[in-house]
């Protein structure tokens, strides 16, 4: 009898072997954006702020209160109000939750350790800061854009027949009311460098509060005529002239502001960037 031995036939399925590339690594962001349920929260939360504090300040607006020495409404109603700053009121409470938003987009992976598996996938590195930037930008400045419009809109019967009552065809209006949602977007985008700077949630969330809230007051103590210079270039300062309806003597022009508040994302994001290639997750 003859024995034949069976060799192991080779194989005719061929393993498939995928290129890493830019918008392979911007699926897997956006995927991983959306599959948190903190990110439809926190998105929620910063639309939610937005509406409401626009349209309860444009139905709150008294402006006897300003006249007779009182307080003023939740709008802050003064000489200077317009529709505009009153369906705005809520963008300082907004920016807080979208930047925190983009804080958890990247230091959320280094909390939980994902990022190491993250990296092993994209070894360039670089790609996955850009994608996350590029994922939550878009969609914060959609989102925030229809809720600062959706603000106006429902503030508008309350402010009917009021001096500081606008419609969106007016000079200015639907630029300052897009400028709000060009802000936010940037503030996201801003977390999301903090969060991949610092490494730390916690500590990325104070270092967004600080820079936008507290620094302002902080450079109050500075001498005037240091403040007076210094503080227009102030991240938040620099960032309220984008969706501002007048400019102010003290203030930037929305485009200098816009370019300057951009250029604190930029540079926060190149320093984020530098970390990310030059030290280990």
Do not use: C
């Amino acid at each position: 009898m003859t024995v034949t031995s069976l060799a192991p036939a080779p194989s005719s399925a061929r393993t498939t072997k995928y290129k890493v590339t830019g918008l392979r690594v911007l699926r897997s962001e956006w995927a991983k954006f959306w599959s948190l349920r903190s990110s439809w929260i926190t998105l929620g939360v910063a639309v939610f702020l937005l509406v409401l504090f626009g349209a309860v300040a444009a139905y709150t607006y008294s402006p006897d209160a300003v006249a007779t020495g009182g307080p003023p409404g939740p709008g802050g109603s003064g000489g200077d109000s317009d529709a505009v700053s009153l369906a705005l009121t809520g963008v300082t409470f907004a920016s807080l939750a979208i930047g925190v938003l983009g804080v958890l987009a990247s230091a959320g992976e280094y909390t939980t350790g994902m990022i190491r598996s993250t990296l092993t996938a994209v070894p360039r590195r670089l790609p996955v800061l850009w994608s996350k930037a590029a994922v939550i930008g878009p969609i914060a400045l959609v989102l925030t854009t229809i809720g600062a419009l959706a603000a106006f809109q429902l503030g508008t019967p309350g402010l009917d027949g009021e001096k500081i009552s606008l419609a969106l065809s007016d000079d200015g209006v639907l630029r300052s009311l897009a400028g709000a949602g060009v802000y936010l977007a940037l503030v996201a985008v801003f977390g999301v460098a903090l969060g991949a700077l610092i490494r730390s949630s916690a500590g990325a969330i104070a270092a967004l509060v600080g820079v936008l809230l507290i620094l302002p007051g902080l450079a109050s103590l500075l001498p005037d005529s240091w403040y007076d210079t210094l503080s227009p270039y102030f991240p938040s300062n620099a960032g309220s002239a984008v969706y501002a309806l007048h400019e102010s003597s003290d203030a930037l022009s929305p485009g200098v502001g816009l370019a300057v508040f951009a250029g604190w994302v930029a540079l926060t994001l190149a320093g984020a960037a530098f970390r990310l290639v030059k030290t280990d997750a």
